[in-house]
């Protein structure tokens, strides 16, 4: 339930505002956008749709789940795994503070602040429940409209062991909308030799 609608509504347009400085530009349904005002508008779509009664705390930490993504780019890490996981957890700091900063700005208390960045930096994955849901939603998100492109970036085999990580990280629920998505073929068939 949305305690204060017009706050809520402002966080979700302030969280846009930022991303829509994105320097990519993808095409959807013949429309441009930033690529993280589409991002985080799928995400915001999908959790709709997976959790229609999703805490306020949840909608907020799925719409700027990205925010601001482009600002760290991958190369400033060494292009190995251990560079990957100090990126992504640069990351992870960056959307908290920002978050954080722009729900301060439009009136939020630090409780839900502190929930709204917990969330976004992926803390007890495990044993939270809204944070697991937000991890099958953006695995959801990436199936449904990243992981062909990803894919044709990278050999099969490096593909499938995504797949797999992928889906090690969502509940049986993620499971069953990821089957039901409505992918290419040639995706449904990475999927299927990955799940194999």
């Known amino acids: ?73 991958r190369n400033a890490f060494p292009m190995d795994t251990a560079g990957y996981h100090k990126w992504r957890n640069s990351l992870k700091r960056l959307h908290a503070e920002l978050a954080g900063q722009i729900m301060q700005e439009v009136g939020y208390d630090a409780e839900i602040i502190g929930r709204v960045q917990t969330l976004l930096q992926k803390q007890q994955l495990k044993t939270d429940p809204e944070m697991q849901l937000l991890e099958d939603v953006i695995c959801l998100v990436f199936l449904e409209y990243y992981f062909l492109d990803f894919a044709k970036q990278y050999p099969e085999e490096k593909v499938i062991d995504i797949v797999q990580k992928t889906w090690r990280k969502m509940t049986p629920q993620g499971h069953a909308l990821a089957l039901q998505l409505d992918m290419p073929a040639s995706a449904q068939a990475l999927v299927a030799k990955a799940l194999a």
């Open 1 to 73: 339930m949305i305690t204060n609608k017009p706050r809520f509504d402002e966080a979700l347009r302030r969280f846009d505002e930022a991303n829509s400085e994105d320097p990519t530009i993808e095409i959807a349904d013949g429309k441009h956008y930033p690529k993280e005002v589409l991002y985080a508008h799928r995400m915001s779509a999908c959790l709709g749709r997976v959790a229609p009664d999703a805490s306020e705390a949840l909608q907020l930490a799925a719409r700027c789940q990205h925010i601001r993504r482009w600002s760290i780019p």
